[in-house]
């Protein structure tokens, strides 16, 4: 989930608990300490629970953000940050809970009346629209409006940059190509979806997926009219069915919502809707919206992903500007993987070397120190169902096992140790950090680990090209991910699962093809209970970490600033971030 954070895949992400052993502190991962208790409720108050919790309407909600929107078309974000954001004016079947905690990760009815009626194959779902919801020019939204916003997305050729999850489970085969270059006559031929009246609508599915619904919430499934549909440029002015429509838009400026008339909160089951106008402003500084944060001026940065270094210094030195803040985990788990083709990697136990011999703690502060993360042990973020404090190779105890790495150098047959390659983007500072981090505890092992950077943007034909990786020689690769959305699937299977490696844009570095984990995939998809899904995917999770072809560093956090006049401010778990959706003002300002 890009995150930007820049949503690097969802997303849909998340702030749960590691135990006290994995991660050494509260539910944010920090120290929650009397003497950062304030008047704006304490350090991590918003992390588990509702701070300032209100109903108060009007005012005016100041969003910065010192990187602009990818997009407002639902269809074409791809930004965690705006999929947040898009709640404010873009209503899906399901969507996540607007609640704290494990509750946030809940899929509730939004456009749909109820949960969907499903086969008891598992392939076929079926929903009802509720009566009364609306586009902002008082049109009816109906099933067709969901089914063409829907098929829009499978036009890549004018809606790209958005999810495409939709369109590998109900394309199966018919190559459609969108609405643009549709023969039917109301642009409603993709087959898989059908709207036998203006209020049901049925999906049919050619295997049982239990991921399915949670497509159903993310933006590229919400209703667009096809009346108003401009194509490439619907972002430019997309059509409201939330709370919320844009008054006006200048691209690279700024952004403002204003009250949608033909919204009814009685149709809408948790947004908020509190104040009057929501206003999001870009800027080119950075440092100025931190200190624009800090002196009160501005409510929250949009983008979540921390507080700048010197602002972090001087947050955590000051009780009472600490007490505005969270460090919560946005659902990444930065990590190296180890590639199985570049030898001596074939050896497991040349990869466990590695495991031992890393510095958990040099690791971390490369990163940034406790407060970007967490020393964690597998391979399963804190908010996924399933994921718990496994660590077999003891990396939670923050200190290199060197006499364990030296007998996995004895057992494959390396007393002396070998050469390697660490590949890493020369843009990302603390993945490069992380390198030179890891290079030198593997020297201590006898390890000669050499860092080659390379330029970012060429991820998807480098690190992302197994054949280049080979021919490079790249042993081990720096990385992080975030999932599109919050089960085991979302986060693991693009990481894991054999059938999702490509030529290029790869992200299943290690290359694992490993007949059981698939197997173990397709047995979750199929799985209606979520509780028994996720011990399927606990077991995933230990059976690759298992494997020693991940090293994690950190399970992600961020340090944020929250205006003390803010109401009604908790992490959603789904985002990793404050729910813009429930935010009001206390002042009325």
């Given at each position: ?5 820049t ?27 009397g ?7 304490g350090?991590n108050?918003a ?5 300032n919790?209100?109903?108060k309407?009007?005012g005016?909600?100041n969003l ?18 705006v999929?947040?954001?898009q ?17 946030g ?9 109820a949960q ?28 067709k409006?969901?089914?063409y916003?829907?098929?829009r997305?499978?036009a ?9 999850y ?15 270059t549709?023969t ?6 993709l ?19 239990s991921?399915f ?5 993310m ?7 096809q009346k ?21 838009i ?19 089951p948790?947004r ?12 080119s ?9 800090l002196?009160?001026?501005?409510d ?7 507080l700048?270094?010197a602002?972090?210094?001087?947050v ?9 803040t969270?460090?919560?985990?946005n659902?990444f788990?930065?990590?190296i993987?180890?590639v ?5 990697f074939?050896?497991e ?24 993360g ?8 804190p ?11 003891g ?15 004895k ?6 140790g070998?050469k390697?390659t660490?590949a ?5 500072a603390k ?7 890891l290079?030198?505890s593997?020297?201590?092992v006898g ?9 970012g943007k ?6 992302g090209?197994?054949d ?6 790249y042993?081990?690769i ?8 919050p ?19 790869n ?13 173990l995939?397709d047995?979750?998809s ?11 995917y ?6 690759v970490t ?10 992600d ?12 401010v ?17 002042d009325?300002?």
């Amino acid at each position: 989930m890009k995150r930007n954070r820049t949503l690097a895949a969802a997303a849909l992400v998340a702030t749960l608990a590691l135990t006290t052993a994995a991660c050494g502190g509260t539910k944010g991962g920090g120290t929650n300490d009397g003497a950062s208790k304030g008047a704006a409720g304490g350090f991590n108050a918003a992390v588990d629970k509702v701070l300032n919790p209100s109903d108060k309407k009007g005012g005016t909600l100041n969003l910065w953000t010192s990187t602009d929107v990818d997009s407002l078309d639902p269809g074409r974000a791809y930004y965690a940050s705006v999929w947040n954001y898009q709640r404010y004016y873009a209503r899906t079947l399901l969507a996540f809970d607007g609640k704290p905690g494990k509750e946030g990760l809940k899929l509730t009815p939004d456009l749909a009346a109820a949960q969907p009626e499903v086969s008891a194959d598992g392939k076929t779902y079926t929903f009802k629209l509720k009566n009364g919801v609306k586009f902002e020019d008082g049109s009816p939204i109906t099933s067709k409006d969901v089914k063409y916003g829907i098929e829009r997305i499978f036009a890549q050729d004018v809606v790209a940059g958005g999810p495409t999850y939709l369109i590998n489970s109900l394309d199966q085969g018919q190559d459609y190509k969108g609405p643009y270059t549709d023969t039917d006559p109301a642009k409603m031929g993709l087959k898989s979806v059908e709207t036998p009246d203006d209020t049901t609508i049925v999906f049919k599915l050619a295997k049982p997926d239990s991921s399915f619904p949670y497509l159903l919430a993310m933006g590229s499934a919400s209703p667009v009219p096809q009346k108003s549909d401009t194509g490439s440029k619907y972002g430019d002015k997309p059509v409201s069915s939330g709370p919320y429509k844009f008054k006006t838009i200048e691209p690279g400026k700024s952004y403002e919502l204003v009250r949608n008339e033909n919204w009814d909160p009685a149709t809408d089951p948790f947004r908020k809707a509190l104040p009057d106008v929501v206003k999001l402003t870009v800027t080119s500084n950075a440092d100025d919206m931190d200190a624009r944060l800090l002196d009160g001026s501005i409510d929250l940065d949009f983008a979540q992903t921390g507080l700048s270094q010197a602002a972090q210094a001087k947050v955590l030195t000051d009780q009472k500007l600490k007490a505005n803040t969270d460090n919560p985990y946005n659902g990444f788990i930065r990590y190296i993987a180890l590639v199985p083709a570049v030898a001596p990697f074939d050896n497991e136990h040349c990869r466990k070397a590695v495991l031992y011999a890393a510095d958990p703690t040099a690791l971390q502060t490369a990163r940034g120190g406790n407060s970007a993360g967490s020393i964690y042990g597998s391979m399963l973020p804190p908010n996924i169902l399933g994921s718990d404090d496994y660590d077999p190779f003891g990396l939670t105890k923050g200190k290199p096992n060197v006499d364990k790495a030296k007998e996995e150098l004895k057992a494959c047959g390396k007393p002396d140790g070998f050469k390697t390659t660490i590949a890493v983007r020369s843009n990302k500072a603390k993945e490069v950090n992380s390198a030179v981090a890891l290079q030198t505890s593997l020297k201590a092992v006898g390890i000669d680990a050499a860092v080659d950077q390379y330029d970012g943007k060429l991820l998807a034909s480098v690190a992302g090209a197994p054949d280049v990786v080979h021919s490079k020689g790249y042993g081990l690769i720096v990385a992080g991910w975030g999932a599109d959305f919050p089960n085991g699937a979302g986060y693991m299977q693009p990481l894991m699962d054999g059938r999702f490696i490509t030529a290029t844009g790869n992200s299943n570095y290690p290359e694992t093809k490993d007949p059981e984990v698939d197997a173990l995939f397709d047995q979750a998809s199929a799985e209606k209970d979520p509780a028994k899904a996720a011990e399927i995917y606990k077991k995933i999770n230990h059976k690759v970490t298992d494997s020693a072809v991940y090293l994690p560093i950190v399970a992600d956090k961020a340090l944020n600033y929250r205006n003390p006049r803010l109401t009604n401010v908790y992490i959603n778990d789904a985002f990793g971030e404050v729910d813009f959706q429930a935010l009001g003002v206390s002042d009325g300002k």
